[in-house]
T-cell receptor, first 112, second 111 residues
Framework: DQQVKQNSPSLSVQEGRISILNCDYTNSMFDYFLWYKKYPAEGPTFLISISSIKDKNEDGRFTVFLNKSAKHLSLHIVPSQPGDSAVYFCAASDPGFQKLVFGTGTRLLVSP | NAGVTQTPKFRVLKTGQSMTLLCAQDMNHEYMYWYRQDPGMGLRLIHYSVGEGTTAKGEVPDGYNVSRLKKQNFLLGLESAAPSQTSVYFC??????????FGPGTRLTVT
């Protein structure tokens, strides 16, 4: 049972435009959500997070939006840059467990 | 401050062979995790530890064992490797149940 879903395996965007990556979850107990970025042959690196008591968190070009009623979060990258090309994973944390649940990832390609 | 390191970076095993992957962190984190990444499957949790001397099963624990004898180290063992264990293995550590810091990965091929 996939509790965290990223339904788009890939996304292509032109440099300077907005990239929107989506993530859906099924477990209403999740109270903290994270986005990780992964380049080839490297480990994932933490990008941005949001608590369930908020609906938006912003860090520079990156903004994460949380819609609890829809069990949906999204990552907006504005403006997109070629260096943003990577695989993006969303993850969720359940307060009852000391671990994260990851989605399957979305590969973002930003072309010049 | 090296963060999370993994040894080795690459390894090729024959079916039935055994090996141990070592993860070390210098951030004094309580929690440590082992994941495997396979195409289209994302990051799947194998085993994890919430402190020195503790281990717990994750989503895909079969065929693997772990030990956390020292707080800074988390070992992942394959007793009898199978081709299905060909994957990229990532170790991570954290001070809470939230942000985890990942190592660079170990690419394992079982022939």
């Amino acid at each position: 049972d996939q509790q965290v879903k990223q339904n788009s395996p890939s996304l292509s965007v032109q440099e300077g435009r907005i990239s929107i990556l989506n993530c859906d979850y099924t477990n209403s107990m999740f109270d903290y959500f994270l986005w990780y970025k992964k380049y080839p042959a490297e480990g994932p690196t933490f990008l941005i997070s949001i608590s369930s008591i908020k609906d938006k968190n912003e860090d520079g070009r990156f903004t994460v939006f949380l819609n609890k009623s829809a069990k949906h979060l999204s990552l907006h990258i504005v403006p997109s840059q070629p260096g943003d090309s990577a695989v993006y994973f969303c993850a969720a944390s359940d307060p009852g467990f000391q671990k994260l649940v990851f989605g399957t990832g979305t590969r973002l390609l930003v072309s010049p | 401050n090296a963060g999370v390191t993994q040894t080795p970076k690459f390894r090729v095993l024959k079916t039935g062979q055994s090996m141990t992957l070592l993860c070390a962190q210098d951030m004094n984190h309580e929690y440590m995790y082992w994941y495997r990444q396979d195409p289209g499957m994302g990051l799947r949790l194998i085993h994890y530890s919430v402190g020195e001397g503790t281990t717990a099963k994750g989503e895909v624990p079969d065929g693997y064992n772990v030990s956390r004898l020292k707080k800074q180290n988390f070992l992942l063992g394959l007793e009898s490797a199978a081709p299905s264990q060909t994957s990229v293995y990532f170790c991570a550590s954290s001070y809470s149940r939230r942000e985890q810091y990942f190592g660079p990965g170990t690419r394992l091929t079982v022939t």
